[in-house]
T-cell receptor, first 109, second 117 residues
């Protein structure tokens, strides 16, 4: 079966760095997405990785290792507004998005 | 970036009535749109894939006669929840893929929160 695993909840301090991991097992691979979702709102796109390596976008970076079925989202200089759920999703060989359950990130002052 | 507009954002209806939710791609053409449902504290669940000019493809367990999807143009897909019941109360979200891009990136609507009394 297809499976996406990510931690349920993480806590970090304002100004610090946090890494949210995602491991996946899917039938085929056409890219991995990270989305941010604030409570009651639709997800917003953060990053897309289809090749191995690190993609940096401001305070957010995303890493992919296809051979290990592993990705992480790195958030630097955390701000209170970064408190949200972070969703990892993989596009399989049929271009269907397989979603993880999301990681709730709590930022403390 | 590309914008997807979803309407209405909030809707409250009586049990047994039908509700239509619209999903529009404002500045790009989308041959494929996706409809998701999210129950509280759960992840997004794909309901169906909407293809312009053809029938939607429904995920297992989603009743196609209850959730009617119409993708009549390259910029508009509609989801109609027919004979809604309280258990249909949920957050419904659409997304669209820009046909001109090959990144596979999806653009999401703002979501529609349906409450069935």
């Amino acid at each position: 079966g297809q499976n996406i695993d990510q931690p349920t909840e993480m806590t970090a301090t304002e100004g610090a760095i946090v890494q949210i991991n995602c491991t996946y097992q899917t039938s085929g691979f056409n890219g991995l997405f990270w989305y941010q979702q604030h409570a009651g709102e639709a997800p917003t796109f953060l990053s897309y990785n289809v090749l191995d390596g690190l993609e940096e976008k401001g305070r957010f970076s995303s890493f992919l290792s296809r051979s290990k079925g592993y990705s992480y989202l790195l958030l630097k200089e955390l701000q209170m507004k970064d408190s949200a759920s972070y969703l990892c999703a993989v596009m399989d060989s049929n271009y269907q998005l397989i979603w993880g359950a999301g990681t709730k990130l709590i930022i403390k002052p | 970036g590309a914008v997807v507009s979803q309407h209405p954002s909030w809707v409250i209806c009586k049990s047994g009535t039908s509700v239509k939710i619209e999903c529009r791609s404002l500045d790009f053409q989308a041959t494929t749109m996706f409809w998701y449902r999210q129950f509280p504290k759960q992840s997004l669940m794909l309901m169906a894939t909407s293809n312009e000019g053809s029938k939607a493809t429904y995920e297992q367990g989603v009743e196609k006669d209850k959730f009617l999807i119409n993708h009549a143009s390259l910029t508009l897909s509609t989801l109609t929840v027919t004979s809604a019941h309280p258990e249909d109360s949920s957050f419904y979200i659409c997304s669209a893929r820009d046909s001109s891009l090959d990144t596979g990136e999806l653009f999401f609507g703002e979501g529609s929160r349906l409450t069935v009394l």
